[in-house]
């Protein structure tokens, strides 16, 4: 990552609208401030903390768990809370829950409502398997199942879990009466590996468990959850799961059209080399990252998604031009199979939360010069 320091007195200034969200001006004037902060002043929530750090982490956990608590939960909080992310897995499994309005904000309604919900589940799983169903579907979601080791988690290749992973699938599509694609399997994952984490150990870095296989209450539980909070966050965005919709290749276009005009050299560099941006993109948003980036990497950047009010939609389109944009010079430095090789291997296993926070800034920045139609106020850092 390039040396933050040198940015540290940069830092551009902005004329708030009275109609910018307090959330948006915490994540454009609040990340920035931690972005441009000198780097050995930043904390790296997503690395082994050293004793100061494991201090911070210790308070912002004790924060989070009384925060949940509270009879009442702020809503502009908890998304500012949810896109400001935590490594705590079990924390995060509370928080989305909450943002995607599938647990109540009353603390005191939330455990009987999620009960009710693990029963309509249940219920309209017995319903479907009672019934005739597309046997050639169930065996095309099982094999994606399996193909999922390949993320080397090791809890995806207990068979329990392929199996729990393979039903909700399958109750999703008939429910929803849509057609399976590996990419709609791909946004599951996220939401079981995260609630899971409320039942049974996951280490947050490696992704570990224990031998032992988790139990089948456990099992039932987080299925459920999955389920509806897949269904709460297709709702949001239903064009991710339609390959050719026009809504996804408005998305597309978007992207490609917000490139262009901030970095006009870049895109027609990577055109010029063969790179096919439409698939790159198309890849990015159905999947929202999960095949071309690690584990942590996704949970983290799924925080902001799902804290945005309106969907993950907005965001994801100015993410996907940020992180092309980050690695611009060693992109106009490649051919354009190694820029397509790059851009789907991207180096980020050990992007730290200061690098992910510039990631945001970038982003948002982006998003507001381009509704306001403006350049962008300075140049920013680049990952190395």
Not at 280 to 291: A, D, E, Y
Request: proline fraction near 5%.
């Amino acid at each position: 990552m390039a040396d933050p320091f040198h940015y540290a007195n940069a830092r551009p200034e902005f004329r708030y609208s009275d109609e910018m969200s307090p959330l948006t001006r915490i994540r454009v004037d609040g990340a920035l401030t931690a972005t441009y902060a000198p780097y050995e002043m930043q904390h790296h929530f997503l690395q082994p903390p050293v004793h100061e750090e494991t201090l911070e982490f210790i308070r912002k956990e004790t924060f989070l768990k009384k925060f949940l608590e509270k009879d009442i939960i702020d809503n502009e909080k908890l998304r500012e809370l949810c896109w400001q992310g935590t490594y705590n897995n079990s924390l995060r499994a509370s928080i989305w829950k909450i943002v995607l309005d599938y647990s109540p904000k009353l603390y005191s309604q939330r455990d009987y409502v999620l009960l009710c919900k693990k029963e309509e589940y249940n219920y309209l799983k017995q319903h479907i398997f009672s019934q005739e169903f597309d046997d050639k579907m169930l065996n095309t979601i099982r094999n994606d199942v399996k193909v999922c080791a390949a993320y080397n988690v090791v809890l995806f290749r207990m068979e329990c879990v392929q199996e729990s992973l393979t039903k909700c699938m399958l109750v999703y599509c008939v429910k929803n009466e849509i057609e399976y694609s590996p990419r709609m399997f791909c946004l599951l994952v996220p939401f079981y590996l995260v609630f899971i984490s409320q039942f049974y150990p996951v280490d947050t870095d490696t992704f570990s468990t224990p031998a032992e296989e988790p139990h089948e209450s456990i099992i039932e539980i987080v299925e459920a959850d999955a389920y509806w909070c897949l269904s709460a966050l297709v709702d949001k965005v239903p064009d991710i799961v339609r390959s050719e919709s026009m809504g996804l290749n408005r998305m597309v276009s978007k992207i490609i059209e917000i490139l262009s005009r901030f970095e006009p050299q870049l895109v027609g560099y990577m055109m010029n080399q063969g790179v096919d941006l439409d698939v790159l993109f198309k890849r990015w948003v159905t999947k929202l990252f999960l095949i071309d980036f690690p584990l942590n990497i996704v949970l983290r950047l799924w925080d902001a998604l799902i804290s945005e009010l309106d969907g993950p939609s907005g965001l994801c389109m100015y993410l996907c031009s940020v992180l092309v944009i980050q690695f611009k010079d060693q992109l106009m430095m490649k051919n354009g199979t190694d820029i397509t090789s790059f851009l789907s291997n991207m180096p980020a296993e050990h992007w730290s939360e200061s690098d992910i926070l510039m990631i945001f800034s970038h982003a948002y920045l982006l998003q507001m010069c381009a509704t306001k139609q403006e350049p962008l106020p300075m140049k920013t850092p680049t990952l190395s």
